[in-house]
Each structure stands twice: as structure tokens, then as C-alpha cells.
RNA sequence: GACCCUAUCGUCUAGUCUGGUCCAGGACACAAGAUUUUCACUCUUGUAACCCGGGUUCAAAUCCCGGUGGGGUCGCCA
């Protein structure tokens, strides 16, 4: 199909990893990240795993394992093994895996290719410093390396050598592992850390692929290492341009929204948010923008992701939210507001639910901004200033009589429909403007429409007051009419 | 600081491999106009970029060299 495919070595099986850290909400760098993951699993006919990297255990949280398995869910993301679904092999929290992992470390232990370390945590900091103020890089100094302790947190011999490895996005990468000490694997041997339980992880649960953050690239040899020490595989890897704040920062490092569930509250699709993230770093190739979940397994390929870093864009996300928001049908759409209307919303009939956010569905960004739009429907007293009542340069007066003779027409009114309300009020307005047009050449409906609007909703921008007035119904239409030419006398 | 990655409109990006069709295309945002009682939607139009300096070539956004900028990593976090 693609020139990708012939990269993949086909005779193992296409298994990706989704590895979030429980240590807070679901950040949607990874969401984006586990999106490439599934999009890049699913076109290969591949297999995905869940594994939660719970191994600190001081920040880890099962609420948040619970967060990532929701909002993963929301996105419309899945996995074929996983703490909540099981697997062949379970279990897929790492802090359940400590046996496995000791039974790895002491082998290495054994062969002399780790060793125990017993330098304290301010010996190591203070030679640390030292290094950075001589203009070196920071690396441990090997202390312990022959010292045949018996205890105190495992160290991993980083061999003094070159290691190259293919990246599937940047080609070619090379490090030279002497710049780097010997690197902590354990606290020690029932408490793993992160390089050691991936590389075990990965090979235990037969990855095929590793496509993760840009900053994991300086990793990947650390991790090469270890599994060449461990007689394993070595997967294939991708490395992905990481999502930017506005400054060119890395986004974990912003505080703000970065949980998907922020997104979701705020009333942003799951569509959108996918359309939104994987623009972020990838293109088509052609000048489609909008895709669908489907459509993108089809269409994404790793070619076509893009080296450097992508800024958060907020109002392309805006956009595409409006636009998928645009798309929904109606009775799909009100159910999506519903917790965004007051609790006497609940009590409406639907049709009248139906006919309030007809009127808005082109006006949204976010589900949220519904409350604001709306809020009118559901009180029974409007606050406004009698001067929002007036068009343009509209005295009291005229505003009174505008307001009145919307007040007769409508009462009169035998249909109150929008529709029917719409032709009987254009109708109207421009004969009410040709009157009291002195000498206005252009009839402005305004000057009847626009009171009727205001004393309606009681706000500058809203709905046509047809749409608005159906919705009320006649007798709410002319009681808030009245209410309007109240505030004027 | 060392190492690694990277560099096209304000932002996301196409084009770079295989130099000419690119006085650089699309989208968001912005501006103007049309429609309109308002806001929004929709439509039309516009502003706006090849990091810098050399070189190769008839010709460079595209190839080469050197700078510079940005980011990441350097943890008993992941």
C-alpha cells in the first residue's frame, strides 16, 4: 500500500502500546501520542495494549487510571488487552509486575552487567553540580561499580560504545553512550524503575512498535542497552514531535488545560479533539483537513509526520469543535447540552428542546457556551438596560411605538410559527420603517425587529425574534413585550 | 554547559528526496465586502512565510558548507 508498509517486518505481529504514567488526568500530549498508537495499530490490523506505568508509587493514583480508561473511551479509542479487559498477558499494571521484573534484575545482577550502588543521594548531587560547573556533562562517575555491595539501588552498566538505531521519522540516530554513567534501573530489587520495567514490559508483551514522545529519543539507546544486555528483541522506533504552548515549551510543562478532561468538560467533541491532535504533527499529503476516526486508520502514515514541534492552537481547535457541532443532528445535539441547560430544561418537552438549540447549533464553539446563549428560555424576568432597546438613534418614543405595534401585529398573529411569524414581521417592519422614514430611502427593518429582539431575549446578539417568539409562544412573546415598554415609561 | 533533534505565512502545514511548472499552495486566525434587525453560519476578496551568510548551477525553498535560532535530554520521575 504505502512505502511504510515495507518497512515492517511482517512476519511478527503489528502490537502497539498505549503506556500513560497514573500520576494526574489523562494529558492530551499522550492522548495524542496513544492516538498515533492506535491509528498506526489499527491500519496495520495490529493488536494495542493498555499498560498502566504505575511503578512510582508515591504519585500514582487509581483514580487516575480510572480518568485515562474514560476519556480514552470518550475519544472512541480501544485496546485489545488491558488492565480493564485483561489479556494473555496480564497483569498490564506495572506495580502487579514486580515479580517478573526482580526475576530480570537479578539475572542481570548475577551476570555482573548491574551492580549495587550505596552513594547518597547528596554525594551524587554535589558531583553532579561539580560536572556542570567544569562544562561537563553530568554523568555518575562509577564509584560502585566494583565495589560488590549487597544492597542499595541497582545500577545498569552503560557500555562505553556507540549506539545507532533506525527512527521510523527521523531516520538515522546516533549516541555515544561513553557521555553517559551507569543508570539506576531499582531502588531496588522489589521497586523497578521506568527504563528497566519498558524494556522487560515491551519484550514480555511482544511490541512491535514504539512510537512515543520526542523526548524519549535520548532514551531509546539507555533502553537498547539494556535490552542487548537481556538478550531481547529490539522493537521498532518512532519518535513524535511533541505539542508546544504558545512560547515553544513543551506542553506538560504548562499549567492551563492540558487534561482531556478539561476538554470534555468544556464541552469540546471527541471528534473535534481527534481531528484537532493528529493535525498536530501530521498531514494528508492533500488539502482535506476534516477526518473522521475511520478515515484517518485509513488515511495516516508515519511518512507524513512532521519532524519539529506543532503549537497548541486553540482557535483551529475552536473551529473544528464549531464545525463538528454543525454537523450533529439536532436531537443528537440537545442530548450533548443537556448538562449544560438549568434543571427545569429537563421538564421541557423535547420538541421545545429541540427548538431552542436549532436556533444555536450554528453559533456554538463549545457545548458549554449553550448555558449563556439560551439562559433567557429559562427565566422568567429579564435584566437588560431600556438603552439596549433602541435601534441605532431610536428615541424612547419611537422605541415605545416600535414596541407596541409589535405587541398589536403579534396578538393579532393567527400562526406562530417561525416561519409564518417571519413573513408577517418582514411585512411589517418595512411598512412600519417606510412610515416613520422622514426621508431614509432604504426601509430599515431594524427599527421594528430590533426592539422586538431585545425585549424578547434581552440581549445584543441572539436568534431571530421569529425563532425566539415560537419558542416563548404567544402569550410569554407579549408578556415580555410589555415588559419591555414598561421599562420605557 | 554537553549530547541529540529541528528550522516555509501569527499558528498548523504542502512543496525539499527526484533543482525549473513556486514572484511558494491549503487551513485556522485576522481584514474588507456580500447576505442580514443583531450575533453566528455561508459566500467572495485580501494581508501575510522559504532563519542568516557563503557556495554549486543557466536556474535553489529545494543540493553543499558555515553560522544562528528553537526544542528535548542529561533524575533513586515517567
Given amino acids: 500500500m504505502t512505502k511504510m508498509k515495507k518497512n515492517i517486518n511482517l512476519e511478527k505481529k503489528i502490537r502497539l502500546r498505549f503506556p500513560p504514567s497514573p500520576t494526574g488526568p489523562l494529558h492530551i500530549g499522550n492522548a495524542r501520542t496513544i492516538l498515533f498508537n492506535y491509528l498506526f495499530a489499527k491500519q496495520h490490523n495490529g493488536e494495542t495494549v493498555l499498560r498502566i506505568e504505575d511503578t512510582d508509587k508515591e504519585r500514582s493514583k487509581i483514580e487516575w487510571v480510572q480518568d485515562i480508561i474514560d476519556q480514552l473511551h470518550w475519544l472512541g479509542i480501544d485496546w485489545n488487552e488491558g488492565p480493564d479487559i485483561g489479556g494473555p498477558h496480564s497483569p498490564y499494571k506495572q506495580s502487579q509486575r514486580t515479580d517478573i521484573y526482580q526475576t530480570y534484575l537479578e539475572k542481570l545482577l548475577a551476570e555482573k552487567k548491574a551492580y549495587f ?39 545498569f552498566i552503560v557500555e562505553n560504545k556507540k549506539v545507532t538505531f533506525i527512527d521510523l521519522i527521523r531516520k538515522e540516530v546516533e549516541f555515544d553512550m561513553g557521555l553517559s554513567g551507569d543508570i539506576v534501573i531499582a531502588k531496588n530489587l522489589q521497586t523497578p524503575l521506568y527504563h528497566f520495567t519498558v524494556v522487560v514490559d515491551d519484550f514480555l508483551m511482544q511490541i512491535s ?114 464545525y463538528y457541532i454543525r454537523e450533529k443532528s439536532t436531537s443528537a445535539l440537545v442530548k450533548l447540552c443537556l448538562p449544560y441547560l438549568p434543571e427545569t430544561a429537563k421538564d421541557m418537552p423535547f420538541k421545545q428542546l429541540e427548538k431552542i438549540i436549532e436556533a444555536y447549533q450554528a453559533r456554538l464553539k463549545k457545548l458549554s457556551e449553550i448555558t449563556e446563549f439560551t439562559d433567557f428560555f429559562f427565566s422568567e424576568k429579564l435584566s437588560y438596560d431600556k438603552k439596549m432597546l433602541g435601534w441605532k438613534e431610536m428615541g424612547d418614543r419611537e422605541v415605545k411605538e416600535s414596541l407596541e405595534h409589535s405587541a398589536k401585529i403579534l396578538s393579532d398573529a393567527k400562526k406562530f410559527d417561525k416561519k409564518s411569524l417571519e413573513e408577517l414581521l418582514v411585512k411589517e417592519a418595512t411598512a412600519f420603517a417606510e412610515a416613520s422614514a422622514s426621508q431614509g430611502k432604504n426601509p430599515d427593518k431594524g427599527k421594528l425587529l430590533w426592539p422586538l429582539r431585545v425585549a424578547l431575549s434581552g440581549k445584543e446578539a441572539s436568534a431571530s425574534p421569529f425563532e425566539i417568539a415560537e419558542i416563548l409562544g404567544k402569550e410569554k412573546t407579549l408578556t415580555r413585550i410589555k415588559q419591555g415598554i414598561d421599562k420605557l415609561s
Fill in 117 to 155: 550502588c550505596i552513594c547518597s543521594s547528596e554525594e551524587l548531587e554535589g558531583k553532579r553540580q561539580d560536572q556542570q560547573s567544569r562544562g561537563l556533562a553530568p554523568k555518575y562517575d562509577g564509584t560502585c561499580r566494583n565495589k560488590n555491595h549487597q544492597h542499595g539501588v541497582i545500577r
Fill in 209 to 322: 512498535h514504539v512510537i512515543r514522545g520526542e523526548d524519549h529519543l535520548s532514551n531509546t539507546p539507555k533502553q537498547i542497552l539494556l535490552q542487548e544486555a537481556l538478550g531481547f528483541y529490539q522493537p521498532i522506533y518512532a519518535h513524535l514531535p511533541l505539542m508546544l504552548n504558545s512560547d515553544k515549551s513543551k506542553m506538560s510543562k504548562r499549567a492551563g488545560d492540558v487534561a482531556v478532561s478539561d476538554y470534555h468538560q468544556n464541552g469540546y467533541l471527541p471528534e473535534a479533539l481527534i481531528n484537532f491532535m493528529v493535525l498536530l504533527g501530521w498531514n494528508p499529503g492533500t488539502e482535506k483537513d476534516i477526518f473522521s476516526l475511520p478515515e484517518l486508520i485509513k488515511e495516516f502514515s508515519l511518512e507524513n509526520v512532521q519532524k519539529s514541534g506543532a503549537v497548541f492552537n486553540l482557535q483551529k481547535l475552536d473551529y473544528l469543535n464549531g
